[in-house]
C-alpha cells in the first residue's frame, strides 16, 4: 500500500535496480537535479537594451549520495568498490520499497567512494553517484 501523509526519511533510500537490495546500513541519502540555461538575448530581444538576458532550458542532469555504516556483512561497500575500480554503471533506484510510491530509476556512475575509520567511532562510507541519461519516475 502506498504511503500516505509525510514520508519518514527513515524509509527511503538507494537500492540496486538490477537485485532489488538496498545499500545496507544507509544513514542519509540524496538525490539532485539541475539543469543548464543556454542564454537567448540577443540585438533584436525587448529587453537585452535594460540589461536583462533571455535564457532557454539546456542539458538536465542529476546526481546523488548515500552514507551508511560499513559492516562486513553486507557487502554494500565492496560491490560499489567493484563498481567504482571497473568503471562500470550502476544500475539505481531511490524509493521507499513500499508498493505504490514513487520510484526514480536510473543509471549512474560512482564519481567518489569514501570509507572512513576514526579511533572508537563507527566506521562509514560515502558514495556519490553521477546519473547518466533520463532518470524515470514512475
Known amino acids: 500500500m502506498a504511503t500516505t501523509g509525510i514520508v519518514n526519511g527513515h524509509y527511503m533510500r538507494f537500492f540496486d535496480a538490477d537485485t532489488g537490495n538496498p545499500y545496507a546500513k544507509a544513514t542519509e541519502c ?22 536583462w538576458r533571455e535564457i532557454s532550458a539546456g542539458e538536465k542532469s542529476g546526481s546523488g549520495s548515500t552514507s551508511g555504516l560499513y559492516a562486513e556483512d553486507t557487502n554494500s561497500f565492496a560491490i560499489l568498490y567493484d563498481k567504482f575500480k571497473d568503471g562500470l554503471p550502476v544500475n539505481l533506484t531511490f524509493t521507499t520499497g513500499e508498493s505504490g510510491d514513487d520510484i526514480y530509476y536510473c543509471t549512474a556512475y560512482i564519481v567518489s567512494l569514501e570509507l572512513n575509520a576514526v579511533n572508537n567511532e563507527n566506521v562509514t562510507y560515502s558514495c556519490s553517484f553521477e546519473f547518466s541519461g533520463e532518470v524515470v519516475r514512475s
Open 30 to 51: 540524496t538525490i539532485s537535479f539541475s539543469m543548464s540555461s543556454r542564454q537567448t538575448s540577443h540585438k533584436d530581444t525587448a529587453g537585452s537594451g535594460s540589461g
